[in-house]
């Protein structure tokens, strides 16, 4: 099983300006959020690039107190160019969910397909200031192939990669401070991480006859629980209710898993 670079957690990029130079030699390279959209000999190039260490420098033999939960996906947690690791890793997540959609059908819906796709397109928007001009969404393919174990290990990396996105948009709501503009703009990316976040685990478990892996409680969910009160009385209530829905709605995906639930 090819390994799967993560940031350890406490290495997670915490501002948007530490991400920026990444996020523009990703671009400058066709490597940014568009070649979710792009054709499947493109998107297969991209993954093996981005996946090189001659594009993103790491360092390896870091360990998490979810050591058990990363040997089962093939995970390695890594430091390095935190901005690299951090957007190569949520790329090559999303590209191997592409792939195994494609290849093995998926009960996912179109909506919740959207949802899942928009995402890394929110975060490029606002790690480079960009305009939201919309996207382009393909639907899943139609694949007859039976790839059971891929679709679980590929949607549970989604998974986590998507929660760390989460706690880089919280880290920016606890950081703006008075700057309104930058925590509605924060909260609003977390918000679609975490909705996110729910369907990457919902195209985990979406296999024949499979039962749901158990979620074990992250560090990105420790730290959510730490500063969830924060973020309540930093953001507008209105922004806050559909951030607090947000995480009903994963913790809702596996109901048995003690997940963090706000708002309540």
Do not use: K
Not at 119 to 124: Q, S
Not at 153 to 169: H, P, S
Not at 190 to 214: I, K, N
Request: glycine share 6%.
């Amino acid at each position: 099983m090819e390994p799967f670079r993560l940031l350890h957690p406490d290495l997670v990029p915490q501002r948007r300006e530490s991400l920026q130079h990444a996020a523009s030699m990703l671009v400058q390279m066709g490597l940014d959020d568009t070649v979710l959209s792009a054709s499947p000999v493109h998107q297969r190039l991209a993954r093996v690039v981005l996946a090189s260490s001659g594009v993103i420098e790491w360092t390896p033999g870091y360990r998490t107190q979810e050591c058990d939960l990363d040997d089962r996906f093939g995970v390695v947690r890594v430091g390095g160019d935190r901005g690299g690791i951090f957007l190569s890793g949520v790329l090559i997540a999303y590209l191997d969910v592409l792939e195994n959609a494609a290849r093995m059908r998926t009960s996912i819906t179109e909506d919740s397909w959207r949802t899942l796709l928009w995402a890394p397109t929110a975060l490029f928007d606002h790690v480079l200031r960009r305009p939201q001009v919309g996207m382009t969404v393909m639907p899943p393919g139609c694949g007859t192939e039976s790839l059971p174990l891929e679709r679980i290990q590929a949607g549970q990396r989604l998974y986590l990669a998507l929660m760390q996105a989460v706690r880089f948009a919280v880290s920016g709501v606890v950081r703006a401070q008075d700057d309104r503009t930058l925590v509605e703009d924060c909260v609003t990316l977390a918000t679609a991480c975490l909705r996110a976040a729910a369907v990457a685990l919902a195209f985990a478990a979406d296999v024949p006859e499979g039962s749901p892996l158990p979620v074990v409680e992250t560090d990105e969910h420790r730290y959510l629980w730490q500063v969830v009160g924060e973020v309540r009385a930093a953001v507008p209530r209105a922004r806050f209710e559909q951030f607090s829905a947000a995480l009903r709605r994963l913790n809702d995906v596996y109901t048995a898993c003690p997940l963090l639930v706000a708002g309540g």
